[in-house]
């Protein structure tokens, strides 16, 4: 799938979200859950040998951090046994699971999820009967590393980030340069003076 398939089935949430939340808020939801389900996808193959190793050192007394890390092969973890397909499973328990999923990753990776205030993102779903609706589309996007490279991720965030921009008020082109502008810019400040 190309960036701009992936974009559009990404910014697809958006349709469910018309009505209970305004348009400049799309974002609030949508990057939080990309971000969330990139990073499922990324610790997906270690989850099993990540999870074993959190029960033994966690038996033993042993701080898991350490232990943890090396096993998931990247530099963030998460302990919980849940993922966004098997909260998607349990739609009576999603919200409190949902809290608990996020709980499970390593502090630095709760930081950004409390910096998108993605509590009261979860809250607000909820009240608006969406939580599962969202959690449910987002748990069936491929995000796996093998599928979309990190540079196809970023030009995937880059094209969310831009619409984003784009229906809130504020003015046009200031959230978003394009990349050829840049590379013009570059190039005309390198010219040699003749």
Same mark, same amino acid.
């Given at each position: 799938?190309?960036?701009?398939?992936?974009?559009?089935?990404?910014?697809?949430?958006?349709?469910?979200?018309?009505?209970?939340?305004?348009?400049?808020?799309?974002?609030?939801?949508?990057?939080?859950?990309? =971000?969330?389900?990139?990073?499922?996808? =990324?610790?997906?193959?270690?989850?099993?040998? =990540?999870?074993?190793?959190?029960?033994?050192?966690?038996?033993?007394?042993?701080?898991?951090?350490?232990?943890?890390?090396?096993?998931?092969?990247?530099?963030?973890?998460?302990?919980?046994?849940?993922?966004?397909?098997?909260?998607?499973?349990?739609?009576?328990?999603?919200?409190?699971?949902?809290?608990?999923?996020?709980?499970?990753?390593?502090?630095?990776?709760?930081?950004?999820?409390?910096?998108?205030?993605?509590?009261?993102?979860?809250?607000?779903?909820?009240?608006?009967?969406?939580?599962?609706?969202?959690?449910?589309?987002?748990?069936?996007?491929?995000?796996?590393?093998?599928?979309?490279?990190?540079?196809?991720?970023?030009?995937?965030?880059?094209?969310?980030?831009?619409?984003?921009?784009?229906?809130?008020?504020?003015?046009?082109?200031?959230?978003?340069?394009?990349?050829?502008?840049?590379?013009?810019?570059?190039?005309?400040?390198?010219?040699?003076?003749?």
């Amino acid at each position: 799938m190309n960036q701009q398939a992936l974009s559009a089935l990404i910014w697809s949430v958006a349709d469910l979200l018309r009505g209970d939340f305004k348009q400049s808020e799309y974002g609030r939801v949508i990057l939080p859950f990309t =971000v969330l389900r990139r990073l499922d996808c =990324v610790l997906a193959p270690t989850k099993a040998a =990540v999870l074993a190793e959190y029960r033994d050192k966690e038996q033993a007394g042993l701080p898991f951090e350490p232990f943890v890390l090396r096993k998931s092969g990247v530099p963030f973890y998460n302990v919980s046994a849940l993922d966004l397909p098997t909260l998607a499973g349990d739609q009576d328990h999603l919200r409190a699971n949902l809290h608990a999923y996020i709980q499970g990753f390593a502090p630095d990776v709760r930081d950004i999820f409390e910096h998108f205030d993605f509590a009261n993102t979860v809250e607000r779903l909820h009240k608006a009967g969406l939580l599962y609706l969202v959690v449910e589309k987002f748990a069936h996007i491929e995000l796996h590393p093998r599928r979309v490279d990190n540079v196809h991720m970023g030009l995937v965030f880059e094209e969310l980030i831009r619409k984003f921009a784009e229906i809130s008020n504020e003015t046009a082109g200031e959230h978003f340069t394009p990349r050829e502008v840049i590379r013009l810019m570059v190039s005309l400040l390198f010219i040699e003076d003749d």
